[in-house]
């Protein structure tokens, strides 16, 4: 201790504080966090986990965390004094719009609108989601005051009201009360042009994880105009997500948030557990037969006799497990197909013993559909293996 | 904090907490107190102290399920989660400097017409507030810890994500600001 630090603590050691902890008002607390504890179902804690983990969400969440690294270490951070103004800018915000990319260059896969303080839209624009196709052609419209959520899918009209997952809570509170996530580090890198513009990048990271965000605002306007997400998913694969076109105090239509059905949409039954898994499901597949063309690529045109030829492309064992089924030991069908098959064969479908609503299908285009009849399912098999 | 179960050493009772609610309130119990004076020594004010803590905990509530850590951590975790909301409140409020000014006045006026002996202690605790109130939020943070929670540098920096050097550079220099203004009030407190 030196002599700055026994001085100080010379002086405050006779300073009285009116600390002493106030026990009715523990009490009360006590009672509210049990009931806080209490609304939180185990199903819901479980559902949460699975969202978090997912990688349909994790696309999602990244495009919202990619939101929320333009406010995180506000405290922490203090490298400089650009950062704070770039934050402060932020904060001052009332509304947001920004695309996400795979690749700064690729067309965008996902529009986000915010309105301050409480709603979120999010349009997926492309197909080519990756490793989430199911979400082309999804809007997630959130409503964070009333912790609700409207998913619509434009391609078959066809929408549902959910309750809004909590990850988009927590992390549009933290977009704006600077709250979560706390565990980033910030560091200022470099400067570059972007356009017309010069930028000064900043790169944060989170410690122990492979996870790193780089945010490049304007000099001039002190706000973030391109933003670069890198990190590892459930796979081991090293992801990458572009933030770019980012306006804000964009002219937004609060039509637009609107949780009442459109006009022409019809409103499905949501059920939340059954759709997460069905997707999770549907994204396994998509790797499944990612990995395939790889592997038809590398062999002059020839799929692979069985699914364990693609070991060496590190598919592990959990892509090959249906969350629908988890105990089943194979969850997909392989049919392996003629070295030239038809776009419209099927070549991978989950397992099952008994048809429930509707299975996810592969097929030879490297796509994946889910199959709601079993008697169309039954047709299209029949029509793959005769080959027409 | 104290360590003095041996179940909450190992993490159990973390583990625990979010399924079982007699297991949460030993938690709470456990941390409330500190959880709560350390909001009293950032803010200098019980009311506001008081819901923060509240705020503090309804944010444990929210995420403890998604804790992974020992008790160490989690103690850490909740100082973390306290100085955000505190920084936060200093933030939306937006009315720092005026409360600052308010309070100090108010303290300084109490002080100069209170002639008994808790005079000196008085105007030493509103001297103190406006000391502090004068650092960054994050030298205010790194100060409580230090000398009112009694954390290590090293706890401070899990605290703040930071390196240690890092914490060490940024006590010192916070300490010798503070010397600056105390100095020129106290003839005991010299370069």
């Known amino acids: 201790m030196n002599k700055d630090e026994r001085q100080f603590e010379e002086f405050v050691s006779n300073i009285k504080f009116d600390d002493t902890p106030d026990h009715n008002h523990r009490d009360k607390l006590e009672q509210d966090l049990l009931g806080a504890l209490a609304r939180q179902t185990p199903q819901q804690r479980k559902n949460r986990r699975t969202i978090i983990k997912s990688r349909i969400t994790k696309l999602a969440a990244a495009a919202m965390i990619a939101t929320t690294v333009l406010v995180v270490i506000s405290q922490l951070g203090g490298s400089s004094v650009a950062w704070a103004d770039v934050l402060e800018n932020i904060r001052n915000s009332k509304t947001l719009t920004f695309l996400i990319r795979t690749k700064e260059k690729e067309p965008p896969i996902m529009k986000a609108m915010v309105i301050d303080p409480y709603l979120l839209r999010f349009e997926f624009l492309s197909e080519q989601i990756p490793n989430a196709p199911i979400l082309g052609g999804q809007i997630w419209i959130v409503d964070t005051g009333k912790a609700k959520a409207l998913i619509l899918n434009t391609v078959k009209k066809t929408c549902t009201v959910c309750p809004a997952d909590k990850e988009m809570l927590l992390i549009y509170d933290t977009f704006r009360n600077f709250r979560a996530r706390v565990d980033f580090t910030v560091e200022e890198i470099d400067r570059r042009q972007i356009g017309d513009k010069q930028a000064i990048g900043f790169k944060l990271k989170k410690e122990h994880e492979n996870h790193e965000i780089i945010v490049w605002a304007d000099l001039e306007t002190k706000l973030p105009i391109l933003m670069e997400e890198t990190y590892e998913n459930r796979a081991g694969q090293i992801m990458q997500h572009v933030v770019t076109d980012i306006v804000f105090d964009a002219e937004l239509d609060v039509s637009l948030f609107s949780l009442k059905p459109p006009e022409g949409y019809r409103l499905e039954k949501f059920d939340y557990d059954t759709a997460v898994k069905r997707v999770m499901s549907a994204t396994n597949m998509d790797r499944i037969l990612k990995t395939c063309r790889k592997y038809v690529s590398e062999h002059g045109g020839r799929w692979p006799d069985d699914l364990q030829e693609l070991a060496k492309y590190s598919l592990t064992k959990d892509i090959l497990t249906n969350p629908r089924q988890p105990s089943r030991e194979a969850g997909y069908v392989y049919l392996k197909p003629p070295a030239s098959p038809l776009d419209s064969r099927i070549v991978l479908y989950e397992a099952y013993d008994i048809w429930n609503g509707g299975i996810n299908v592969g097929f030879a285009n490297y796509h994946v559909h889910f199959i709601k009849e079993e008697s169309e399912f039954k047709k299209r098999l029949k029509e793959s293996s005769s080959g027409k | ?191």
């Open chain 2, 1 to 191: 904090m104290n360590h003095d179960n041996k179940a909450a050493n190992n993490g159990q009772l973390i583990t625990d907490a979010p399924v079982k609610p007699e297991v949460f309130v030993q938690l709470y119990r456990r941390y409330y107190d500190s959880v709560f004076r350390y909001c009293v020594h950032r803010l200098f004010e019980r009311e506001t102290a008081k819901d923060i803590t509240s705020e503090v905990f309804l944010k444990v509530v929210e995420n403890l399920g998604s804790f992974k850590g020992n008790e160490r951590q989690f103690r850490n975790w909740l100082y973390k989660i306290a100085t955000n909301a505190v920084n936060d409140y200093f933030r939306k409020t937006a009315r720092r400097s005026g409360i600052l000014k308010a309070v100090c006045e108010q303290a300084n006026n109490r002080a100069a017409n209170c002639p008994d002996t808790r005079d000196e202690s008085t105007k030493k605790l509103a001297l103190l507030r406006e000391a502090v109130f004068a650092l960054k939020p994050r030298y205010q943070t790194i100060i409580t810890l230090r000398f009112f929670e009694n954390l290590k540098l090293t706890e401070i920096a899990e605290v703040l994500a930071s390196r240690q050097g890092t914490v060490r550079s940024q006590l010192v220099r916070a300490l010798a600001k503070l010397r600056k203004i105390l100095a020129t009030e106290f003839t005991d407190y010299t370069d």
